[in-house]
């Protein structure tokens, strides 16, 4: 069997591995055209979670009595964020690729036709064929955009130079991350937010806490207003009248699946404006698999790994199907924000426990900053849904929420479960507690 997998980016290069785990013989071919290990190893997960958390140490320093905070050194950041992505060299991916025995083929690759894939003018047979083409930043169109050299998460990962004002437009996980890192590295900082609240898919609970917690770092949160028109210098007209002069304007207003000169019409492949429609076993069309952002299902590296491991395991007869229900997502602001499943819906039961009455907090910092654990409830079935949860760590013990949503565990047997002392856990069961309460 002939596998030519499109895409060479994290969730790519993990089905290769998946693959190989079930099937070790058939014929498998890489295509990618920039670094293996895509945008979560060069421009997203790897370098913003470096780099934010140098900045974490040294705030954590200021809430830590004895101990003085002080503003990280911008070379030892870039050096450390620089190592981490291998100075954006994929070296170390294409051992990986050698490995599980996987050519690596180098370009634009696009269906000529069916069972046919073309490389730069190089023909590539498949009996199989994975798109696993991720996606790229949505650029709005906004007057006078092009007039202006602005960043994505591209640049702000890349860049070596601290501006001494930064507009960030979007105030989703991109936007609320790089805004926090900029400001504590000494720019000031704006965050435009046309929403309701930060974090738009998130809780508005989470989103109202964090901008709070922004604003006493000194970023300054405009929430219901847009960027209506640029102009160089960089002046930036707002939809509320007022005007605003940067340095550098950061765009980060979420992602497109790249779709686009693909030929994916000769396969019967349907792309929708969310991207390439799939079924509940990844497959977009006869003997065509399709996993990651290029779905649009959840823009999450980890969700591509999972599809990729669905995907695989479907391509070798293996019963599989993908499993949505309890898709955690982690925000690496300071504090986190972290969620899972669904937190919205008629019906739902949910109760709210701050952190404030756990007994880890006093002992992690001083003086504490506000936090919470509010989690959802179908009060028929007496199972969670869904939980949002501001603190530190938070995506770290967000994982039992995960598995309980997952397996449909009852909440009394959650309850009944011994959490660690002093831990943030401790929180999972104050706010168990509290909606066995609701529920009854």
């Known amino acids: 069997m002939k596998v030519v997998v499109l895409g060479g980016g994290s969730t790519g290069e993990h089905f290769v591995g998946a693959l190989r785990r079930f099937d070790d013989e058939s014929q498998v071919t890489l295509v990618e055209s920039r670094l293996v290990g895509g945008e979560c190893s060069y421009f997203a997960c790897m370098p913003t979670k470096t780099m934010l958390r140098a900045t974490e140490l040294g705030a954590s320093l200021e ?3 004895g101990l003085h905070g002080a503003r990280p050194e911008a070379d030892g950041v870039w050096s450390w964020r620089d190592w981490m992505t291998s100075d954006w060299d994929d070296s170390g991916q294409l051992h990986y690729l050698r490995d599980w025995n996987c050519r690596l083929v180098r370009g634009e690759g696009r269906v000529a036709r069916e069972g046919v894939v073309e490389v730069d003018g190089q023909e590539l047979e498949y009996d199989r064929l994975v798109l696993a083409t991720g996606s790229r930043p949505a650029i709005p169109p906004i007057e006078g955009l092009d007039s202006i050299e602005y960043w994505t998460n591209r640049e702000a990962t890349r860049t070596h130079k601290i501006p001494r004002s930064l507009a960030v437009m ?22 435009v937010e046309r929403g309701e609240h930060l974090l738009g898919r998130v809780h508005p609970d989470a989103g109202e806490l964090l901008a709070e917690l922004f604003q006493d770092e000194g970023i300054d949160v405009r929430i219901g207003v847009g960027i209506e028109r640029v102009e160089p210098g960089v002046r930036l007209h707002l939809s509320d009248g007022s005007t605003l002069d940067t340095e550098r304007l950061l765009i980060a207003t979420g ?17 929708s404006a969310r991207g390439v429609e799939v079924d509940e076993r990844l497959r977009a069309a006869d003997n065509v698999w399709a996993i990651g952002d290029v779905t649009g299902v959840a823009q999450f590296t980890h969700v ?3 599809q990729a491991r669905v995907a695989a395991a479907d391509m070798v007869r293996r019963r599989a199907k993908a499993d949505y229900r309890a898709i955690p997502a982690g925000i ?17 039961v949910s109760v709210r426990v701050e952190l404030s009455a756990l007994p880890r907090l006093s002992t992690y910092e001083k003086p504490a900053r506000d936090g919470f654990v509010r989690v959802f409830a179908d009060p028929g079935k007496n199972v969670l849904v869904g939980a949002v949860c501001v603190g530190p760590q938070a995506a770290e013990w967000l994982g039992q929420f995960t598995l309980a949503i997952r397996a449909a565990v009852p909440v009394e047997t959650l309850l009944d479960t011994i959490q660690p002392y002093p831990t943030f856990s401790e929180g999972v069961f104050y706010a168990l507690q509290e909606l066995q309460g609701a529920l009854s």
């Open 304 to 306: 591509g790994k999972y």
């Open 170 to 191: 979007g105030g989703g996980p991109v936007g609320a991350e790089l805004a926090q890192f900029f400001s504590r590295m000494g720019s000031q900082v704006t965050i």
């Open 255 to 271: 992602r497109r699946p790249n779709v686009e000169r693909l030929g994916l019409d000769q396969l019967g492949v349907k792309v």
């Open 63 to 65: 809430r830590a009595p």
């Open 332 to 348: 690496f602001t300071d504090p986190e924000v972290a969620t899972v499943g669904r937190t919205d819906g008629d019906g739902l």
